[in-house]
């Protein structure tokens, strides 16, 4: 890729990253609601504090499932050399979330492995920004 395809496909990268995150975090917060709600609409003293904490505990996982995209996102847009490796990291783990994570990842993995894409960070690391 020339630096041209690169300066257009790295920001794309970056965004798909923070929109897979924030999906996920969507859903985290739908099923909180669903499963802590669930527990409530059931008036069961046994069922509450565990639906809501089984809730709590999986909107939690899925955060912490969510964070390294959204920082990797962020600091690929920001041009960052540490944001390509955790993006290159988040890219190759979401390549087992069939189908999107799988397209996804593996788009990332063609952009960020070129070696414009190295130039292109470590030019922004030096302070030349192009």
Known sequence: MNRDQIQ?????????????????????VFLLFLLVGIGFAIQDRTATPIMSIVGISLAV????????GLIAG??????KAW?????????IFG???????T???AYAL???????????????K?????
């Open 74 to 79: 962020g600091g690929v847009l920001a041009r």
């Open 83 to 91: 944001a390509r490796t955790l993006a290159i990291v988040v890219a």
């Open 8 to 28: 257009t496909h790295v920001p794309i990268v970056g965004w798909l990253l923070i929109a897979q995150s924030a999906i996920l975090l969507l859903i985290a």
């Open 61 to 68: 996982f899925m955060l912490l499932l969510a964070l390294p």
């Open 126 to 130: 030096e302070g030349n920004a192009q």
């Open 103 to 105: 397209m996804i990842g």
């Open 95 to 101: 390549l087992v979330n069939i189908p999107v994570g």
């Open 110 to 124: 063609w952009v960020l492995l070129q070696d414009s894409a190295t130039d292109y960070f470590a030019a922004m």
